[in-house]
Structure formats: structure tokens, C-alpha cells
């Protein structure tokens, strides 16, 4: 598949010139909890013995250092698709929610925690669906 915009960063609330990023090797293939921060929370849903973790380093930005210096010609989001091994709610942090308004924010919360559910109603969003572990957020009218 190709795709248009590739960026090698890890996304998070802040921008650093480089950080630590786990990459966690489990039954031959790259876990699906690889993280800037690992979570417990959810290694314990990816049960594993035999997984391996390296580190290696990546810069890392926010998701508004990308839009105004990658994507400066984004004005308008109608599907934020958000799924970080348990850094969604730090991803967010770094997201102006006032002024990139995501008509859809989807993301993966495998721990249902309530925090990002609080966090996104303060700029409006309600979460609208769930299924399993995959929640549907909407902007509401004002």
C-alpha cells in the first residue's frame, strides 16, 4: 500500500529532538503495545512470556507541530484516527482541540479509561459508539 504522508516521529504531548520508544517483540512479530511509555494495563491484556523489548530513539512531536509544519495546507479534520498503545489521551494533550476541530475522533482506549471520555467532553465530544476496545467520538452543536 502506498501511502501519501509518512512521518517517522512518535506522537505525544510535547516535542523533543529525541525520546525512547519501546519496540516489544512478541511470538515473532511487534506487539501490538510498542509504546513511548509501556503500560502494564495493557501488556496484561497482550499476554505474553516471550516478549523482547528494544529501544530505540525517535524524535518526537505533537500532532500540532505536524500540522503547522508537515501539513500546513490541513484546515479542516474530519476523521482523527488515534491508536498509541495507551498514549491516545497524551496525543490528545497535544492536539488543539479549539482550533483542529475532528469532526470524528476515533480511538483505541483497551483500558476504557474514563480520563480521555472527561478530557475530549471538555471540548465538546461525546462518545457516541463503542465497540469492544474502539471508541467513536462526535463534536456536539452549540
Not at 497482550?46 to 484546515?75: A, G, M, R, S, Y
Request: proline share 1%; with cysteine; aromatic share 10%.
Amino acid at each position: 500500500m502506498h501511502r501519501k504522508n509518512v512521518f517517522n516521529y512518535a506522537i505525544y504531548d510535547t516535542d523533543k529532538e529525541e525520546t525512547t520508544f519501546n519496540v516489544v517483540l512478541s511470538n515473532g512479530w511487534t506487539a501490538g503495545f510498542s509504546a513511548v511509555e509501556l503500560s502494564d494495563d495493557i501488556a496484561n491484556v497482550f499476554k505474553t512470556n516471550d516478549k523482547k523489548i528494544t529501544q530505540i530513539k525517535v524524535p518526537q512531536k505533537t500532532l500540532n507541530t505536524i500540522l503547522q509544519t508537515e501539513l500546513t495546507h490541513v484546515t479542516n479534520i474530519d476523521i482523527l484516527k488515534i491508536d498509541i498503545e495507551g498514549g491516545e489521551l497524551k496525543c490528545l494533550h497535544g492536539l488543539d482541540l479549539q482550533k483542529y476541530t475532528p469532526k470524528l475522533i476515533l480511538l483505541e482506549n483497551i483500558t476504557n479509561d474514563i480520563k480521555i471520555t472527561n478530557y475530549l467532553k471538555k471540548f465538546g465530544y461525546i462518545l457516541h459508539h463503542q465497540n469492544s476496545y474502539n471508541q467513536f467520538y462526535i463534536k456536539t452543536s452549540e
